[in-house]
Nanobody, 122 residues
Framework: VQLVESGGGLVQAGGSLRLSCTAS????????MGWFRQVPGKERDFVAA???????DYTDPVKDRFTISRDNAKNTLYLQMNSLKPEDTAVYYC?????????????????WGQGTQVTVSS
């Protein structure tokens, strides 16, 4: 599975962005998909995940602001980010793991994209 993110960019605080992650290969619908983010010098942190059945999970700082979704027909994962804050600035990565469970450790994701930069100015 190859993952390619897009949709990052520069936005003012309070603005919105929608990230996309397009997956190649078969059986996209059988994968749990996740979004992570990383700032220089820090760990890559969990943002959100979605199971094959669209069950979702979010980290607390983004609840009520971010929405993860998927379109299995298009092999695409999305992250709608609203009310962006400067602390949301990071490189955002999508990841995939074959299976049904939505909440899984970062270390158990099998495939990763190259990342897309999101910068939120104050």
């Amino acid at each position: 599975v190859q993952l390619v993110e897009s949709g990052g960019g520069l936005v003012q605080a309070g603005g919105s962005l929608r990230l996309s992650c397009t997956a190649s290969g078969r059986t996209f619908s059988s994968y749990t998909m996740g979004w992570f983010r990383q700032v220089p010098g820090k760990e890559r942190d969990f943002v959100a995940a979605i199971s094959w059945s669209s069950k979702t999970d979010y980290t607390d700082p983004v609840k009520d602001r971010f929405t993860i979704s998927r379109d299995n027909a298009k092999n695409t994962l999305y992250l709608q980010m609203n009310s962006l804050k400067p602390e949301d600035t990071a490189v955002y990565y999508c990841a995939a793991r074959y299976g049904l469970v939505v909440r899984i450790p970062k270390s158990e994701y099998d495939y990763w994209g190259q990342g897309t930069q999101v910068t939120v100015s104050s």
